[in-house]
Nanobody, 116 residues
Framework: QVQLVESGGGLVQAGGSLRLSCTAS????????MGWYRQAPGKQRELVAT???????NYADSVKGRFAISRDNALNTVYLQMNSLKPEDTAVYYC??????????WGQGTQVTVSS
């Protein structure tokens, strides 16, 4: 059974940093793509960043230059380094992974709260 488990969320002041981690278990081959999404209260879930198995990355415009996604294929782990955090970054952050886009796996989410 495939599971994604996130860690690293919390409360931080504006301008601060957090690092999220997500480890996949129950996988025999690395995901083709792993990524992070977020959902703020009353809003739809949105893409934050994705990274392919060959480490090609994609970022939402709102986080470019502040967030960095990386992965350790040997550990089946994806990271999200978040710097210069803003109150509008407050959301539940979800880890995502898939081999095929029509069959995606999600973590349970981790709360990130940025105070002003």
């Amino acid at each position: 059974q495939v599971q994604l488990v996130e860690s690293g969320g919390g409360l931080v002041q504006a301008g601060g940093s957090l690092r999220l981690s997500c480890t996949a278990s129950g996988v025999t081959n690395r995901f083709n793509v792993m990524g992070w999404y977020r959902q703020a209260p009353g809003k739809q879930r949105e893409l934050v960043a994705t990274i392919s198995g060959v480490r090609s990355t994609n970022y939402a415009d709102s986080v470019k230059g502040r967030f960095a996604i990386s992965r350790d294929n040997a550990l089946n782990t994806v990271y999200l380094q978040m710097n210069s955090l803003k109150p509008e970054d407050t959301a539940v952050y979800y880890c995502n992974g898939y081999w095929y886009s029509w069959d995606q796996y999600w973590g349970q989410g981790t709360q990130v709260t940025v105070s002003s």
